[in-house]
């Protein structure tokens, strides 16, 4: 049997992989620090993943083969998944954030934003100043 450990680490790496070079979006303006962080991250990511199929082999669980075959299996269905939600979910999800039960949890389509972090920060930011700035008028 494939070593389950291996496939789950590898599918996890790989996914992550492709989606930190194929689907976040990056600006033309980047710094150097932002730029290296994918990198960073994608280099991590690919050491645990051949340490915990190293250490299935070593701690005697499983064959060089098995451990393999895990890696393999997990690396082809991390790539089928990472195909089936870009090209089937995800020109799906302005539709689904606009059904009534979306709507009633605040399910929302981030997917064109290229930093939510950043994009949150200033609506939220702006949006306090505008609020204060009328209580500011309230109380005169």
């Known amino acids: 049997m494939p070593s389950s450990h291996s496939q789950f680490m590898w599918f996890f790496s790989v996914y992550s992989f492709l989606f930190l070079y194929l689907r976040m979006h990056q600006t033309n ?49 991390a790539i089928a998944w990472f195909i089936f939600t870009q090209e089937v979910l995800t020109p799906l999800f302005p539709r689904i954030a606009a059904w009534p039960i979306s709507e009633f949890f605040l399910i929302r389509d981030t997917s ?29």
């Open 29 to 77: 303006n980047a710094r150097f620090l932002d730029l290296l962080w994918r990198h960073v991250l994608s280099l991590g990511l690919l050491t645990a993943a051949f340490l915990v199929s190293y250490s299935r082999v070593y701690l005697l669980y499983h064959t060089w083969s098995q451990v393999l075959y895990g890696g393999i299996a997990g690396s082809l269905m």
């Open 112 to 140: 064109l934003i290229p930093n939510v972090l950043w994009f949150e920060y200033t609506v939220t930011r702006a949006e306090a100043r505008n609020r204060q700035r009328k209580l500011g008028t309230k109380l005169q």
